[in-house]
């Protein structure tokens, strides 16, 4: 017998036939390889605000209080005469005068230190630290110190206020462990050695004044006094005396953060500043055209017009900015300067002074 042979599978089906053209039809067209797509663009960068923020708010009010309304001349008569129903706004000088005033009152991000200096004696340092502490004493509120620190005797303890001690830098240095306990030493103890000048709001750290007492201010002994005043001052202004050789008169300019070269309108004292600037750039201070500014103080009621000219200009192209200050007979007289008694064309003159120095920190 023959065995039964079983029937052949039939052939697979593939899973997806392809299906192509009816016999005899056209070939299709290539199709076209689908188009990139474009990558997502960046973000656009959003409209400018057009809203007033709470900030916006406030600054413009404070502004607009600022800027009036003129309580000078004129305007302000018009003000008063008027009930305050007509309010003018301040006109040039009154502007310039409160916007000087914001300048002076501004933050500071650390306690500022600026060195008077000019190796010439009678180029108006003392009463220039004087009068330049009378306008950051009066207009910041305080918390300013002026410092004579001549190697041996200087006059800024003479022409300042009085006092009821007669301490000065050289028992503050012998005291200095004093105030070592940063924690525990206070402000009110520098009272021992600061001299208060009363309104003027702001003190005198006098230098030595005995006259049989030998010796020198070394400059560790500039670097120990003014850590010790930068803990409580926010302002300190440096008598530097005429002996830009002496140690403490280098430790005072390298501490500075700002140089005011004082001056008389003489030819003699001018050229001993400028022959300063020089020797400093030659030593190897750097921006010195930036980090100091220029007063320059009338010493007559009558002065060269011409040499008036020649010294602002080439101080200008040497410091940041020059100021001009009148002669004024209370700067003058070489007593306890009477800072009530200063001019108004002086405080004004200072008050701008100031300002650039300020601007400047």
């Known amino acids: 017998m023959f065995a039964e042979v079983p029937p052949a599978p039939p052939p697979p089906v593939p899973a997806h036939p392809a299906a192509g053209p009816p016999t005899g039809a056209p070939p ?60 003018p706004r301040m006109g040039g000088a009154e502007r310039a005068y409160v916007q000087d005033r914001a300048v002076i009152q501004k933050e500071f991000d650390g306690p500022k230190t600026i060195a008077f200096v000019n190796p ?13 502490g009378y306008t950051f004493g009066t207009i910041r509120g305080g918390a300013v110190v ?24 050289k028992e503050l240095l012998a005291d200095l462990d004093r105030f070592d306990d940063v924690a525990q030493s206070r402000i009110g103890e520098l009272g021992a050695y600061v001299r208060a000048q009363g309104d003027a709001h702001f003190d005198v750290l006098a230098s030595d004044e ?21 803990r409580f001052y926010k302002v300190i202004l440096v008598d530097t ?65 011409k040499l008036a000219a020649d010294l602002v200009d080439v101080y200008r192209h040497r410091t940041r900015s020059v100021y001009r200050v009148p002669y004024d007979p209370a700067l003058v007289t070489g007593s306890v300067l009477p800072y009530g008694q200063l ?10 002074a100031c300002a650039g120095m300020a601007s400047a920190l």
């Open 28 to 87: 299709a067209p290539p199709v076209a390889p689908p188009a990139a797509v474009p990558p997502t663009a960046a973000p656009a960068a959003p409209e400018p605000r057009r809203y007033m923020t709470a900030t916006d708010f406030l600054d413009r009010r404070a502004g607009e209080e600022e800027a009036g309304p003129a309580t000078w001349g004129w305007r302000g008569r018009v003000a008063r005469w008027s009930g305050g129903a007509i309010k």
């Open 343 to 352: 001019s108004r064309a002086t405080q004004l003159s200072w008050l701008r």
């Open 120 to 132: 010439k004696g009678g180029a108006a340092k003392t009463t220039g630290v004087l009068a330049a």
């Open 241 to 305: 005396g005429n002996n830009m050789r002496a140690e403490n008169w280098l430790a005072a300019a390298e501490a500075a953060d700002l140089l005011v070269v004082t001056s008389t309108i003489r030819e003699d004292t001018g050229y001993s500043g400028l022959w300063m600037l020089d020797a400093l750039q030659d030593a190897g201070y750097q921006n010195l055209e930036y980090k100091t500014v220029t007063v320059l103080s009338d010493p007559s009621t009558t002065v060269d017009a």
């Open 210 to 230: 005995s006259a049989n007492v030998t010796g020198q201010i070394h400059a560790d002994d500039f670097k120990s006094v003014h850590q010790l005043l930068m």
């Open 146 to 169: 002026a410092w004579d620190n001549n190697e041996t005797r200087g006059t800024l303890g003479i022409r300042g206020a009085r006092s009821a001690h007669t301490q000065t830098t």
